[in-house]
């Protein structure tokens, strides 16, 4: 089956400056990379998606990258606020029609710096 | 706010027994799938509903199992629980559609505690 890894499981920046998390899938037919932000006590929501025809999508101060492959995507944050402090999950999901559920990366701990 | 509720909020039970939990999906959406978070970790599919059948499913043990209503809607049950049931567990809906099911939007989750 699938497996995600993400990278780093902790990233502190200084608020105003850029993030990076990055992950990794092993499944070759996955094509499908969604991201999501989960605060304290909330459940995950959807903060940007990219399907395995795209290589790039870019929301306001969100983007993602995917380099097939490589088999890896990336989220880039700019211009950090205060309220991107979370925790932030990667996913993929296989190419078996709707019956493939997500796999998610382990996370990682966003905490912005005043 | 995703649309999607599930009760009850918290819930703790005794290692043995079996418990019952429940998702509403958001309006438009008729494919719900459940995943358990156990604490630190990402989300683990558990199964996936689609017209009140399941339509695929994650190494979970069959004693845990699920249903879907006409009105999309949803339950999660666990038979036998283990003290390793402990964790969040979140229901999600989407959209079935021809090419797939893709994006997936959570609910608040349920907490259960097994002692």
């Known amino acids: 089956g699938e497996n995600v890894e993400q990278h780093p499981s902790t990233l502190s920046v200084q608020e105003g400056d850029s993030a990076v998390i990055k992950c990794t899938y092993s499944d070759s037919a996955s094509n499908y990379f969604p991201w999501y932000k989960q605060e304290l006590g909330k459940g995950p929501q959807l903060i940007i998606d990219?399907?395995?025809?795209?290589g790039e999508k870019k929301d306001q101060r969100i983007a993602v990258t995917l380099n097939k492959t490589a088999k890896h995507f990336s989220l880039h944050i700019t211009e950090t606020q205060p309220e991107d402090s979370a925790v932030y999950f990667c996913?993929?999901?296989?190419?078996?029609?709707?019956?493939?559920?997500?796999?998610f990366g382990k996370g990682t701990h966003l905490i912005i710096q005043p | 706010e995703t649309g999607v509720t599930q009760s009850p909020t918290h819930l703790i039970k005794t290692r043995g027994q079996q418990v019952t939990l429940r998702c509403s999906s958001q309006?438009?959406?008729?494919?719900v799938s459940w995943y358990q978070q156990a604490l630190g970790q990402g989300p683990q599919f558990i199964f996936q509903y689609y017209r009140e059948e399941e339509n695929g499913r994650g190494n979970f043990p069959p004693r845990f199992s699920g249903l879907q209503f006409p009105n999309y809607s949803s339950e999660l049950n666990v038979n036998a629980l283990e003290l390793d049931d402990s964790a969040l567990y979140l229901c999600?809906?989407?959209?079935?559609?021809?090419?797939?099911?893709?994006?997936?939007?959570f609910g608040p989750g349920t907490r259960l505690t097994v002692t």
């Open positions: 996913a993929a999901k296989g190419s078996g029609g709707g019956a493939d559920g997500l796999t």
């Open positions: 309006s438009g959406h008729n494919t």
């Open positions: 999600a809906s989407s959209a079935l559609l021809a090419g797939g099911s893709y994006e997936q939007y």
């Open positions: 990219i399907r395995s025809n795209v």
